[in-house]
């Protein structure tokens, strides 16, 4: 059972946001908090697996909270904001947030987000994926690196390739005709033989060795 906690000044988001994951079996929604000063005292009383935090709230911000949180070892973030800007997205990251997505993600993302920043990985929403790789990456010349996925078999390079270009385990499942549950045995595969962290890192090793390149198709 994953143990969420609920972050938003608006108590209708909230609601929507409970009722997505009230239909889920393995998903337990154990509070609720209204600003970032009560999430960070129920993340330290509750110990939840997963917050879902809003950014923009009176007090104390979703950004501070999350540092807090974090810090504290209390919950792993996903930050969910309506603002699309690069500021919220790296002073997310850079705050220890697992998960960055916007708050038109559909039900089914939402839920799998959940999961995947439950399982240890972060995961970005694809309509951000292109501003990280061009702040991670800089713009200059790469050198193709095949050592670099020499270990990696031919669908693992595939799959890898699909996740640079931002796409969900939901939708490389479906470009490749096979289940979600083998494209999660795929990442998992690549990010343990590449000794990656998380879909970031995988995202900017793909650009860094020249899987992909800047102008290729993202999805979002």
Do not use: W
């Not at 959940?114 to 050198?143: C, D, M, W």
């Not at 990656?196 to 995202?203: F, I, K, P, S």
């Amino acid at each position: 059972m994953m143990r969420v906690l609920l972050v938003d000044d608006q108590d209708l988001v909230r609601a929507g946001f409970r009722m997505i994951l009230s239909v889920e079996s393995d998903i337990e929604v154990v509070g609720e908090a209204a600003d970032g000063e009560k999430a960070v005292e129920l993340a330290l009383q509750l110990r939840p697996d997963v917050v879902l935090m809003d950014v923009q709230m009176p007090g104390m911000d979703g950004i501070t909270a999350t540092q807090k949180i974090v810090a504290a070892d209390a919950g792993k973030v996903i930050i969910l904001t309506t603002f699309d800007r690069d500021d919220y997205l790296f002073e997310s990251l850079g705050a220890g947030a697992s998960g960055f997505l916007l708050k038109n993600t559909a039900p089914e993302d939402l839920v799998e987000a959940i999961q995947v920043v439950h399982s240890g990985h972060a995961l970005l929403a694809p309509e951000v994926t292109r501003r990280v790789i061009k702040r991670f990456t800089g713009g200059g010349e790469r050198v193709y690196r095949p050592d670099l996925i020499a270990d990696l078999t031919e669908r693992e390079r595939e799959v890898l390739g699909l996740i640079a270009r931002g796409l969900t385990n939901t939708e490389i499942a479906n470009q490749l005709y096979v289940g979600e549950a083998t494209v999660k045995t795929h990442v998992s595969r690549v990010l343990l033989k590449l000794g990656l962290r998380d879909r970031v890192q995988a995202v900017v090793f793909a650009y860094e060795c020249g899987l992909v390149t800047p102008g290729d198709d993202l999805a979002g």
